[in-house]
């Protein structure tokens, strides 16, 4: 019975593994030096190599627009115009939202985590101070994000 229990939470979480599209280790590389942008904000979005949770997609929409999605140990970087924006990070099971107001030359970084769910797990998006994110953020990979700003 507790190896059928196993495999009935675990199967959903590796059926819902999808790859995600890496940028060049130079331009994840650049990401992380984190300079700071004079008439714009900088958010990151990430995700760190945790085992749980570990091989589903987070996707990630800001203001109800497709950004992509994320796999573990990897991050977005958005250069955004000064504005409020809603960040949603969601699974089949899930989702959670985080508006956040940008100042242009302020960083901003946002943390997602996975949850063991019934189905496809649940997620989290919690706001992380600019020492935290960068530390978490240095041994992620930048991905491609679907997102273009207007």
């Known amino acids: 019975m507790k190896k059928l229990l196993f495999v009935l939470l675990v199967l959903p979480l590796l059926v819902g593994c999808a790859s995600t599209s890496k940028a060049p280790i130079e331009t994840s590389e650049a ?30 929409k800001i203001n109800g627009i ?11 970087r958005w250069e955004l115009k000064p504005s409020t924006y809603s960040f ?16 242009a030359g302020e960083h901003y970084f946002l943390r997602q985590d996975a949850r ?26 930048l991905i491609v994000s679907a997102y273009r700003q207007n």
């Open 88 to 103: 949603m990070c969601s699974t089949a099971e899930s989702s959670k939202v985080v508006e956040l107001n940008v100042k």
């Open 116 to 141: 063991v769910g019934i189905s496809s797990g649940r997620v989290t998006l919690v706001e992380k101070d600019e020492k935290t994110g960068m530390n978490e953020i240095a041994d992620c990979q």
């Open 31 to 60: 990401a992380k030096k984190f300079e700071k942008h004079t008439q714009k904000a900088v958010v990151y979005v990430y995700r760190t190599g945790r085992v749980v949770g570990a091989v589903s997609q987070i996707q990630v």
């Open 66 to 76: 497709e950004a992509g999605g994320t796999g573990p140990g990897t991050f977005f």
